[in-house]
Structure formats: structure tokens, C-alpha cells
């Protein structure tokens, strides 16, 4: 996977679009986003493997990861990338479907499941 674009938006929010290739052929593409929160902390909606350049401009923006309050998973295919982000945000909370729990159980993640009204509610 290589990174293609790191997009900057004023209202605090970035995402990442990124290639990702099936069976090294077809690519079908992944992307990440990262949230500001009113803090100034900031909340990843779902995991990715950051590496070269888009890696340094994340750990420039979060103060080398600490500044990360929660990973939040949502789609299945982003489990691929759970534990690379348990090593960059070791501080963050993790939150993921009953799968992700399932499918990677290196990853210290929160009781609440992310589609549950409980995740919701703890990162207010």
C-alpha cells in the first residue's frame, strides 16, 4: 500500500486516500480521516499502516501520536492495519465492531463496541 494524498481541510479534518491492491492486481483503495476535535486532541476514523511522508505529517499534527484520543473502526478491511496503529497510538482508546474484537485480539480495545450508543457517549 502507498500513500497518495494527504488532504488538509480548515475545519479540522484530514483524510488520507490511499492504494490498496487485491491480490497485488486490482487496486480497490482505502482511505483514513482524522477528526480536531474542540480540545485539540483528535479521533482517527478507522485504521491505517502510516508510513514516509504521510506518517511524519501525522505524527507532526498529533505531537508523535499523543495528542490521539480514540481510533475509531468501522469497516472490516481497515483490521488489517489495527495493530500498526496500537504501535503509533499506544496512549489512544480503540474502538471496533465485534469483528475487529474477533479478528485482532493484539489491540487493547475498549468494552464498548463502536456501533454501540455507550462509545458514543464516552467520547463526549
Same mark, same amino acid.
Given at each position: 500500500?502507498?500513500?497518495?494524498?494527504?488532504?488538509?481541510?480548515?475545519?479540522?479534518?484530514?483524510?488520507?486516500?490511499?492504494?490498496?491492491?487485491?491480490?497485488?492486481?486490482?487496486?480497490?483503495?482505502?482511505?483514513? $480521516?482524522?477528526?480536531?476535535?474542540?480540545?485539540?486532541?483528535? !479521533?482517527?476514523?478507522?485504521?491505517?499502516?502510516?508510513?514516509?511522508? !504521510?506518517?511524519?505529517?501525522?505524527?507532526?499534527?498529533?505531537?508523535?501520536?499523543?495528542?490521539?484520543?480514540?481510533?475509531?473502526?468501522?469497516?472490516?478491511?481497515?483490521?488489517?492495519?489495527?495493530?500498526?496503529?496500537?504501535?503509533?497510538?499506544?496512549?489512544?482508546?480503540?474502538?471496533?465492531?465485534?469483528?475487529?474484537?474477533?479478528?485482532?485480539?493484539?489491540?487493547?480495545?475498549?468494552?464498548?463496541?463502536?456501533?454501540?450508543?455507550?462509545?458514543?457517549? $464516552?467520547?463526549?
Amino acid at each position: 500500500m502507498t500513500s497518495k494524498k494527504f488532504a488538509t481541510e480548515p475545519s479540522g479534518f484530514w483524510n488520507i486516500r490511499c492504494t490498496m491492491k487485491v491480490a497485488g492486481i486490482v487496486n480497490v483503495g482505502t482511505q483514513v $480521516s482524522i477528526v480536531r476535535l474542540q480540545n485539540g486532541r483528535f !479521533i482517527f476514523l478507522d485504521s491505517y499502516t502510516l508510513n514516509g511522508e !504521510i506518517r511524519e505529517l501525522v505524527m507532526g499534527l498529533t505531537q508523535d501520536g499523543s495528542l490521539v484520543e480514540a481510533v475509531l473502526n468501522f469497516h472490516p478491511f481497515h483490521t488489517l492495519h489495527c495493530a500498526a496503529m496500537t504501535r503509533d497510538f499506544p496512549v489512544a482508546k480503540f474502538y471496533g465492531s465485534e469483528r475487529h474484537h474477533r479478528a485482532c485480539t493484539s489491540v487493547p480495545w475498549e468494552a464498548e463496541r463502536v456501533e454501540s450508543a455507550a462509545a458514543a457517549v $464516552s467520547l463526549h
